[in-house]
T-cell receptor
Framework: GAGVSQTPSNKVTEKGKYVELRCDPI?????LYWYRQSLGQGPEFLIY????????DSGLPNDRFFAVRPEGSVSTLKIQRTERGDSAVYLC?????????????FGPGTRLTVL | GQNIDQPTEMTATEGAIVQINCTYQ??????LFWYQQHAGEAPTFLSY????GLEEKGRFSSFLSRSKGYSYLLLKELQMKDSASYLC?????????????FGRGTSLIVHP
C-alpha cells in the first residue's frame, strides 16, 4: 500500500476485555515500531521489530501487552485484561531499515477507549 | 535514560518567523528528528540532524548543537496550516538499540 495502515481506527471496549490492534507497514520496510500517545504527550515507545523478531520490547508497560509479527510484515498488538489507563492512541510506524537516518512513517493510529 | 524538553505551547502571527527549541539529555546520540503532527493525525517527518549545524528545507530549517544538547526548528513565512504540534525526537542508544524517544511536543498556534 501507499502508507502504513492501522485497523481499527477506533476501538471502544470494556475494562477487563481483550483487544487486538493491527498494523500493516509499508511494503518492504523491515523495521516496525509501536508507540502509544496520550493527549498532550509525545509518542511513547512500546516495542519494535526487525523482521519477525521483537528486537526491543523494553517499552511494554507490563505483561498484559504483547505484540507479534509472524511473517515480518503485518503486526498485531495484543492487550489483555484492559484497564482504563490503557486508553490512548496506539501508533504504528515503519522504516526501510534501522539505519541511523531511517525515517519513520507513521500510520493514522488506533484510538482505544476502555470504559 | 533520555530526557527531552520543549515548550508546551507557542503562538505566532501569519507571515512571521517562529523558533521552537528542544533540549535533550541522552546516553549516546545517533540523530535528532523533528515531526509535525496535526490534531487527530499521525506525525509526519520534517527533518533529521546528526551533525552540528543548520539543515534547510524550504520554509523549515533545523539546527543542532551536540555539545549543548540543543536543537531548534525554524519556521519562516508562517501559514495558518502550520498550526500543529511539533515533536522533537532523539535517537540515543537505548538498551543498545536506536529507538527515537519523543518529547511531549510543542503546540504552535498561528493566528491571522
Amino acid at each position: 500500500g501507499a502508507g502504513v495502515s492501522q485497523t481499527p481506527s477506533n476501538k471502544v471496549t470494556e475494562k477487563g476485555k481483550y483487544v487486538e490492534l493491527r498494523c500493516d507497514p509499508i511494503s518492504g520496510h523491515t523495521a516496525l515500531y509501536w508507540y502509544r500517545q496520550s493527549l498532550g504527550q509525545g509518542p511513547e515507545f512500546l516495542i519494535y521489530f526487525q523482521g519477525t523478531g521483537a528486537a526491543d520490547d523494553s517499552g511494554l508497560p507490563n505483561d498484559r501487552f504483547f505484540a507479534v509479527r509472524p511473517e515480518g510484515s503485518v503486526s498485531t498488538l495484543k492487550i489483555q485484561r484492559t484497564e482504563r489507563g490503557d486508553s490512548a492512541v496506539y501508533l504504528c510506524a515503519s522504516s526501510l531499515t534501522l539505519g541511523a537516518r531511517a525515517e519513520q512513517f507513521f500510520g493514522p493510529g488506533t484510538r482505544l477507549t476502555v470504559l | 535514560g533520555q530526557n527531552i524538553d520543549q515548550p508546551t505551547e507557542m503562538t505566532a502571527t501569519e507571515g512571521a518567523i517562529v523558533q521552537i527549541n528542544c533540549t535533550y539529555q541522552t546516553s549516546g546520540f545517533n540523530g535528532l528528528f523533528w515531526y509535525q503532527q496535526h490534531a487527530g493525525e499521525a506525525p509526519t517527518f520534517l527533518s533529521y540532524n546528526v551533525l552540528d549545524g543548520l539543515e534547510e528545507k524550504g520554509r523549515f530549517s533545523s539546527f543542532l548543537s551536540r555539545s549543548k544538547g540543543y536543537s531548534y526548528l525554524l519556521l519562516k513565512e508562517l501559514q495558518m496550516k502550520d498550526s500543529a504540534s511539533y515533536l522533537c525526537a532523539v535517537r540515543g542508544s537505548r538498551g543498545g538499540s536506536y529507538i527515537p524517544t519523543f518529547g511531549r511536543g510543542t503546540s504552535l498556534i498561528v493566528h491571522p
